[in-house]
């Protein structure tokens, strides 16, 4: 097996393990150079931190952080920022080396990296989360900025903890860099769009695809788990698009109505009680039964492994579109296939978040500002163009998608390995 000599990192790493398992598929089908998968399976740089927070009782608590550069082969490293109880070193070079592949897909010019807390932020206060905020950039200072590796938002942390992160980065060099962390608000320099962009790009791909490969797309229900930066986007741009939002849940459960849900109304429900239980319409369903419903389509946009093999057998979905990095194990995968279920992957269908960091970036760097039409202009294109890169390397391989965009992927980091060297 090629990748025996591969990085294992200690404890739980499914999400690495189930990034070498893709890679190793994809390499009988690209041409890949064995110094590049030499990179490629073993993480650039792995940071461990403990950071001690004084909590508001006075008492001192210590949190378990990471951050990771997977590769730079194509650029400074770019990667989200996740609080999470289950925040890991193995889950942490996974959604590292996602972004690496993402970043490719997108022909933007980064690598990839990822990092975290293992945190529950809901039993922070705001000024514990605070101060925990601003301690994980104070021990990354010398590691992180605009030429180096690039914050970014993920699971559990939003536009204001970016914010913290930009003035803590700021205060601590001395000199305003707005451009060392993204998803920031558009007053701290951040994209003048409302919206979270791997929602918004995921239903571009869906709609195009819909449109290429004939599948329904007016009144076509839909059905998605998870209601934070990235449900909620795709539950609203879908509707601009004619679908009908018949389902969607939190991680405690959720709300199903055959009929179509009233998308605001859930919005606002959400943001006034951090779940969808008592939402007035439709029936409360869990998480198990929502991933069975029989829709058009099916969008994972919680957390990685969701769709195993022990659960892929329910799966009622015509089209099962990843929101979430690694939402389908390579086990479910098989068995989604064997079903006939039709799959659009992670690092094509939620690269719109890429591309608003990417634009914010680009803003940041140069000091001129992209209007709002400007940046959705710009990310419909991004993801028209690398829909189409992915359309074309898929078709000699049975139109798979994932395929195809590993293989462009990996192609594209294998051209500029090449012609780097390995450095001295
Ligand atoms: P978020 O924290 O805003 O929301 C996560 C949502 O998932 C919440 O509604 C939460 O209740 C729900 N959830 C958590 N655990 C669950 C479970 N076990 N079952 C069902 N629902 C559960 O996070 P987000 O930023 O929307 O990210 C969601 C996914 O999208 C992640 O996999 C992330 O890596 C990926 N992603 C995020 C971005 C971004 O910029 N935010 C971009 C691309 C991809």
């Not at 097996?1 to 690495?16: D, F, I, K, V």
């Not at 933007?108 to 601003?134: C, M, N, T, W, Y």
């Not at 290429?212 to 879908?238: H, K, M």
């Not at 959705?376 to 294109?381: E, N, T, Y």
Request: negative net charge.
């Amino acid at each position: 097996m090629p990748l025996r000599h591969a990085y294992r990192p200690p404890g739980e790493a499914s999400l690495w393990e189930s990034f070498l398992r893709r890679l190793e598929a994809t390499l009988h089908i690209a041409r890949i150079h064995p110094a590049t998968i030499q990179y490629l399976i073993h993480p650039k740089r792995m940071v461990g931190l403990s950071l001690p927070v004084v909590m508001d009782d006075g008492s001192v608590r210590n949190f378990t952080a990471y951050r990771v550069i997977h590769n730079i082969a194509r650029g400074p490293a770019l990667g989200g920022v996740r609080y999470h109880p289950e925040v890991g070193l193995g889950q942490t070079c996974g959604m590292a080396a996602w972004m690496t592949l993402k970043a490719a897909v997108f022909g933007l010019p980064f690598g990839g990296s990822a990092g975290g807390i293992a945190v529950d932020r809901h039993k922070l206060s705001r000024r514990e989360l605070e101060r925990l905020s601003r301690r994980y950039v104070t021990e990354l200072i010398e590691l992180i900025g605009p030429d180096e590796d690039v914050l970014a938002p993920d699971v559990g942390t939003d536009a204001q903890v970016m914010a913290w992160f930009q003035d803590t980065f700021t205060m601590t060099r001395g000199q305003t860099s707005l451009s060392a962390v993204t998803g920031k608000p558009p007053s701290l320099g951040g994209v003048a769009v409302r919206d979270e962009g791997g929602g918004q790009g995921l239903v571009y791909v869906l709609a195009d695809l819909a449109r290429t490969r004939g599948w329904p797309l007016q009144g076509a229900s839909l059905a998605i788990q998870g209601f934070g930066q990235v449900g909620a986007a795709v539950a609203r741009y879908a509707l601009r698009e004619g679908l009908k939002v018949v389902a969607v849940s939190t991680h405690r459960g959720g709300v199903y109505h055959p009929e179509g849900l009233d998308v605001a109304a859930l919005e606002a429900h959400y943001a006034q009680h951090g779940h969808l239980e008592g939402f007035s319409q439709g029936r409360y369903i869990t998480n198990p039964e929502l991933l069975a419903l029989p829709v058009d389509y099916l969008v994972p946009a919680a957390l990685e492994g969701v769709i195993h093999e022990h659960n892929a057998r329910q799966v009622a979905a015509r089209v099962v579109i990843e929101g979430a990095n690694g939402a389908i194990t390579p086990e479910a995968e098989y068995l989604l296939k064997l079903q006939g279920v039709e799959i659009v992957p992670d690092i094509l269908a939620n690269g719109g978040g890429l591309v608003l960091s990417y634009l914010e970036w680009v803003q940041d760097l140069s000091m001129l500002f992209f209007e709002e039409g400007e940046v959705q202009q710009k990310l419909r294109d991004f993801v028209h163009q690398s829909l189409e890169a992915v359309l074309e390397r898929a078709r000699p391989l049975g139109g798979d998608l994932r395929a195809g965009a590993y293989v462009l992927a990996l192609e594209r980091i294998n051209e500029a390995t090449r012609l780097r060297g390995v450095y001295p």
